[in-house]
């Protein structure tokens, strides 16, 4: 292995490691509990829709197959 190589390969594994540890340290702060707005959901005061009662699920539908 020819020095310059030896030189390439070294500031890739160091641009690496430097990398991962840049990662990890801004993970840290990320862990902790951050607060947020609560928003309350809008609920509909009813069912939009005819409710129609249940029927036999054995029954063929005219539909299908």
Do not use: D
């Not at 594994?13 to 509990?33: D, Y």
């Not at 309350?40 to 029927?55: C, I």
């Amino acid at each position: 292995m020819t020095r310059r190589k030896f030189v390439r390969r070294l500031i890739k594994a160091c641009t690496v490691i430097a990398a991962g540890v840049f990662t990890l340290g801004s993970k840290q702060g990320s862990r902790e509990a951050k607060r947020h707005k609560f928003v309350r959901a809008f609920r509909v005061k009813g069912y939009p829709g005819p409710v129609k009662p249940m029927q036999n699920i054995l029954k063929q539908g005219k539909w299908s197959g």
